[in-house]
């Protein structure tokens, strides 16, 4: 019956007040949308079946990690019949620390001095990598190597407002060899 419009006006007065008085939860607010953090994530539906139609609005800077870009985001806009899941950059510790933060692979052998960072990464040999890492300063080499020491092509893109490099190439399950140097 609560699936037919209009018809769950039976079960919400039983839980609200349940919800208010007998768990002492407070005053039940009722919301157009499901926000869940873990960790540095947000997990976001904005819901379309409800009364308001308003999108929500996340605070950056966040990495969209549904685009494929990886794009870091002073805010992002979550309209109704939409989800998001969102990298929180104002979550992340140590920020002077260089880190790989999201990427399309697994990353191991993470070594780090005063101004060099290495890892090697592995995923599916063919498929596009595309690494969102976060550093102290601005890179002035990336070194892409495979298993064979041979370069790798690859791009890659700083961001000065998030101090992140977007890093792209082609994966190899043998693994890649990164070293960014600032």
Not at 76 to 95: A, F
Not at 111 to 122: G, I, L, M, P
Request: hydrophobic letters at 35%.
């Amino acid at each position: 019956m609560v699936l037919s419009a209009g018809m769950d006006s039976s079960f919400m007065n039983t839980v609200k007040p349940a919800y208010e008085k007998d768990a002492h939860a407070g005053k039940l607010e009722i919301k157009n949308h499901f926000y869940l953090e873990r960790g540095p994530y947000d997990i976001i539906s904005v819901m379309d079946e409800c009364i308001s139609t308003e999108p929500l609005h996340i605070k950056g800077p966040v990495i969209d990690m549904f685009d494929p870009l990886l794009p870091v985001l002073q805010e992002k806009i979550v309209n109704p019949g939409q989800q998001s899941l969102l990298y929180d950059m104002n979550r992340v510790k140590e920020r002077n620390i260089p880190r790989v933060l999201c990427a399309a692979s697994r990353v191991y052998n993470e070594k780090r001095d005063a101004h060099t960072y290495s890892f090697v990464t592995k995923s599916p040999t063919g498929t596009q990598n595309v690494m969102r890492i976060s550093l102290p300063a601005k890179p002035l080499m990336i070194t892409v190597t495979g298993v064979d020491d041979k370069l790798q092509e690859s791009k890659n893109d700083w961001d000065e407002l998030s101090a992140t490099c977007l890093l792209q190439f082609v994966n190899t399950a043998d693994g890649i060899h990164v070293e960014i140097k600032w």
